[in-house]
């Protein structure tokens, strides 16, 4: 059974003297903590809110104003690091330039993995450049980007002793989380003596967590970790070397575009999908372990969101518009109207714009059957919202029927559309407010309010907002097929 004192239990009476070993250390070691964030998850299960397109990481859960992404950068705010590292999938990179922009966060790389492989590949990546930026001797704070921790004292004083453990020999910590309840949809570990790690165990069934909670050896495996780059990096080697080669490989072809750092996307094809936990932790004879007791969820379903989240007397969440009545034990979420319950319980209830779930709680786990029936009907609404944001603006689907749809088009001041055609698609802009320029084949002209124009399929065109403020416009497709991957761009700011 590990030892049930730790750092981040601040009544103990050795905790001065711990927390001062812990400043002298940094002071004298001069170390350098450079938090690196994984946001390459999709969260189908928290569909509808959740889509490839505008992920879980992404998404305000909770109402409080901020992503879990951006909780999870603002999370390290009070420790002393460098600047971060975040790994994302190539589609997400300017929902991530945003968010970090909002917060006024800068000088942050951003590695564009072009395919996802798993956190092994991801983590090497983000050593590499953590060693370019700052050396080899800098700790990783690795952190998924989709926890919510809001006890963030706690996580502080955790990832203090974590600190003193990876200087220690160079062991690779990771973080287990303090059960309390008999989870079944997390991995464990079980800890020894000195924060040893004896065992990594897949998700139980129910009774094996039942005794995984009452003998008070196992931890949640959080998928947090903090160790040296080049431990990391030598470790991976040793046990996986290929990962280790591709991803080197891969990195080598380095290049900046903007604020991104792209990598070779051919040899990052032939890298392995692995998790770090498969290729390194269950290996390494340096694993150590630090118990996190706090509030902390991956909020991976719904009803993982309904048993962290604070409920009302009747045991309901309630986010956004919603009345309900003699109802209980419900999570009910609105997104762009009037949602109203009456004599049900138990049940999850998510409204957005386009798409309405129902489901008992219990099936929480079976969203992605939904999903995967959505995916196999060729509709959209796995992948997008009716409000799309982009980074020259946003876009909202309006209507669609047999043959046409209908947006409604914000540019903000200042920025273009790509240059681009469309091979089975016609468009009729009309300006709403605002100023547009618009490039068409080879005319250049400007509309103003209640002007249009028409885009005839095949014809290469631009749309601009040169003005002061925001341009509202809308647009008319109509044609014989009308996906979002009906374009070809000849030139575009944001390197797509």
């Not at 080697?237 to 290929?242: G, H, I, T």
């Not at 009456?342 to 999850?348: D, E, F, I, P, Q």
């Not at 796995?382 to 209908?406: C, Q």
Request: glycine share 6%.
């Amino acid at each position: 059974m590990y030892p049930r004192t730790f750092l981040f239990y601040p009544s103990l009476h050795w905790f001065p003297l711990l927390y001062f070993h812990f400043t002298f250390s940094i002071k004298e070691h001069f170390v350098k903590i450079v938090p690196v964030i994984l946001a390459g998850g999709y969260g189908e299960r928290l569909w509808p809110l959740s889509r490839s397109h505008s992920p879980k990481p992404f998404i305000d859960l909770l109402n409080v104003s901020h992503t879990l992404f951006q909780e999870t950068v603002l999370r390290f705010s009070g420790l002393s690091t460098c600047s971060p590292i975040v790994v994302c999938h190539e589609d997400h990179r300017f929902l991530v330039a945003q968010q970090l922009h909002s917060l006024s966060i800068q000088d942050v790389s951003i590695i564009l993995e072009p395919y996802g492989r798993n956190t092994a590949p991801a983590i090497a990546l983000a050593a590499l450049e953590a060693q370019q930026k700052y050396g080899e001797e800098v700790l990783l704070l690795v952190l998924p980007a989709d926890h919510e921790i809001q006890n963030v004292k706690a996580f502080e004083a955790a990832v203090q002793q974590a600190i003193l453990l990876a200087k220690e020999n160079g062991n690779l910590v990771t973080f287990g989380i303090r059960p309390t309840r008999p989870e079944t949809g997390y991995g464990y570990i079980r800890c020894g003596n000195d924060f040893s790690v004896e065992e990594f165990v897949e998700k139980p069934n129910l009774e094996t967590a039942l005794g995984y909670l009452a003998s008070e050896d196992y931890l949640w495996n959080s998928g947090m970790f903090l160790f040296e780059a080049n431990r990391y990096l030598d470790e991976l080697a040793c046990y996986r070397s290929d990962i280790h080669q591709t991803v080197c490989t891969a990195y080598r072809g380095r290049k900046e575009d903007m604020d991104f750092v792209r990598i070779d996307p051919d040899a990052f094809l032939q890298c392995s999908s692995e998790s770090i936990d498969y290729a390194v932790m269950e290996f390494t004879k340096k694993a150590k372990v630090v118990p996190y007791v706090g509030d902390w969820s991956d909020i991976g379903t719904w009803d993982a969101l309904y048993d962290y989240a604070e409920k009302d007397d009747q045991q309901n969440l309630i986010l956004g518009d919603v009345i309900a009545e003699d109802s209980s034990h419900c999570l009910i979420r609105s997104e762009s109207r009037l949602v109203s319950v009456l004599g049900v319980s138990n049940l999850v209830i998510v409204e957005t714009a386009d798409v309405v779930l129902v489901m008992d709680k219990d099936y929480a786990q079976d969203v992605k059957k939904i999903v995967q029936r959505v995916k196999d009907s060729d509709r959209e609404e796995h992948m997008f919202h009716k409000l799309v944001h982009r980074p020259w603006g946003s876009y909202e689907t309006i209507d669609l029927g047999e043959r046409y749809k209908v947006k409604r088009i914000t540019v903000k001041t200042g920025e273009k559309l790509s240059v681009q055609m469309h091979h089975h698609r016609a468009e009729h802009w009309i300006v709403v407010s605002g100023t547009a320029k618009v490039q068409k084949g080879d005319q250049v002209f400007f509309l103003q309010e209640n002007e249009s124009t028409y885009i005839p399929v095949g014809e290469i065109h631009s749309l601009e907002n040169p003005g002061e403020a925001p341009l509202e416009l809308v647009e008319v497709q109509s044609g014989s097929y009308l996906g979002e991957d009906d374009i070809v761009r000849f030139s575009d700011c944001y390197g797509r």
